[in-house]
């Protein structure tokens, strides 16, 4: 089954964050993920309020948990750590 990888990130510094995002797109790509929604306009309702919401699907949650131990999104993330308050999950869809 398909997963969503979801991010809920608050940018702390944008120089480095902008390494981070520069590099995670390749890693994502090269493991099937696709972004769905990258930063775009949203409403908080509920919980912690994080500017910026990044949704990428996956062909498993699998493949979505093997990019992020890859060695290239562990790469990008060394540059989004001390650049940014961030929560992220995957989840399996019904699709």
């Known amino acids: 089954m398909p997963a ?3 991010a809920h990130v608050s940018v702390t510094d944008e120089e480095a ?6 590099l995670a ?6 493991h099937g993920g696709a972004f769905i ?13 994080r500017p910026r919401n990044v949704v990428a699907k996956f062909p ?3 493949a979505a948990e093997a990019c992020y131990h890859s ?9 989004a750590r001390g650049a940014s308050e961030r ?3 995957i ?3 019904s699709e």
């Open 4 to 6: 969503l990888w979801i």
């Open 17 to 22: 964050y902008g390494k981070y995002a520069k």
């Open 25 to 30: 797109g390749p890693a994502i790509a090269k």
């Open 37 to 49: 929604a990258r930063g775009g306009r949203y409403v908080q309702l509920e919980g912690k309020d």
């Open 60 to 62: 498993s949650v699998e």
């Open 71 to 79: 060695p290239e999104y562990q790469e990008a993330l060394s540059h």
């Open 87 to 89: 929560e992220l999950l």
């Open 91 to 93: 989840v399996e869809t």
